[in-house]
């Protein structure tokens, strides 16, 4: 095996990542010392309402990717086994469990315990159950869940405008729980501020993503797992804005100039799934075969303005309908064909050579489906698929060998595939 060439150029803009996050703790610091509400959240649930609410949100997820990223997720995952949780569930339910127990700093991955809960099952059960969990294990804490019909094969046009009547009307309740909770009124102006600013967040952050369709790629996952963090927590938001801006303008300069995020570019990839949090180290390995990352479809999904019938006039105009829409057109709430079909346009638009694929060994939702996936893909669009076993947060669970092992022959099927 070739060692690994320390090519990987990361965006300057990138560097300003740690003062986002260093502002949203400060925004947490702050909140807990005003006296100020504050809510856990559970990603895909329209934090945009919190801030309009003015709720500080909290989001037990991301800090459990800062555990993992500074190596204590282990430690808190075996504390919350020591308590009975299984092996096998959510590695990131079981960092929070360990952080709490453990009364983690924030810096460290600990969520301080918030004046209420809010979970969604868009994405997963696993969710809703953890935070009832939690809130029992914290004393009782006041939980709000919204429930989401998932969009499947049959689904009819009159089923779908049922569910996102369903959610509108499930978001106008959360509205009231708020209020009665915090004694915080739900203000218009305020709500079209924050929808404004999420609505312009998911769009330049697409935008990067359009400027990857270029070859060479300017932008790698050392820029895109590490951006990731604003969209989940700071959705709505002005500061994070300016951040993606500048990630924009200098991949956009890396593209005049021919500049690539790799010296050299030989194989782009697809990469689905959460990364491993605990090793994102991991991914400088593809540079090894000069071989890069150009399109995250779990990174993208979080850019939420995603359906283009979704306009920004209507998201100004409706900043709580418009969320139930959103909601609905989530990523991970597609049913497996169009699943099959976006990856298909995905990897025709950003002119992929290979899909690989992560079967997260924590999360039922990631995992499941993929080798329809991979089968399909392969069948129908001709492109290889490679899935490899690990877990976003517990080291326990990757063997970075055998996978290094699984990419170099998947590497060298593409290089013959170029060959031909
Ligand atoms: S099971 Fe998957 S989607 Fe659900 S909380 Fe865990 S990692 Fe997230």
Known sequence: MSKVKKTGKMLNATNKLRNEMGRHFLAIEQAFREGKPTAWATAGTPVELLYSMGVQPMLPENSATISAALKKSQNFIEL??????????????????????????????????????????????????????????????????????????????????????YIREQLWELLDFITEVTGNEYNEEKAREVA????????????????????PCPVSTRDTFGG????????????PIKLYKRMYREAKERVDNGIGALEQEDYRLLFEGIPFWHNLKFF??????????????????????????????????????????????????????????????????????GVILHNNMSCRPNACGMYDLKRRLMEEADIPCLIVDGDMNDPRKLNETQVLNQIESFIEILRKRKKK
């Open 80 to 165: 919350a086994e020591d308590q009975g949780y299984s092996y096998d569930l959510c590695s990131y339910f079981k960092t929070n469990v360990g952080a709490v127990l453990s009364n983690a700093e924030m810096s460290e991955g600990g969520t301080r315990k918030p004046t209420f809960m809010l979970s969604s099952d868009v994405i997963c059960d696993t969710h809703v159950n953890w935070f009832q969990v939690q809130s029992e294990r914290m004393g009782g804490v006041p939980h709000f869940t919204i429930d989401i019909p998932h969009v499947v094969s049959n689904t009819n046009n009159r089923q779908r405008e049922y569910f996102k009547k």
């Open 196 to 215: 404004q600013n999420s609505y312009e967040m998911g769009k330049i952050w697409q935008e990067v993503f359009e400027l990857r369709k270029n070859i």
């Open 228 to 239: 990731l963090f604003p969209l989940f927590t700071m959705t709505g938001l002005k500061s």
């Open 284 to 353: 400088a390995n593809l540079e090894r075969w000069n071989a890069i990352i150009v399109y995250e479809p779990y990174v993208y999904a979080f850019t939420k303005y995603t359906n283009p019938n979704i306009t920004k006039e209507h998201v100004l105009n409706n900043p709580v309908e418009s969320m139930a829409e959103l909601i609905l057109s989530f990523w991970y709430v597609y049913d497996l064909e169009t699943r099959v079909q976006k990856f298909k346009e995905t990897v025709r638009d950003w002119k992929i050579d």
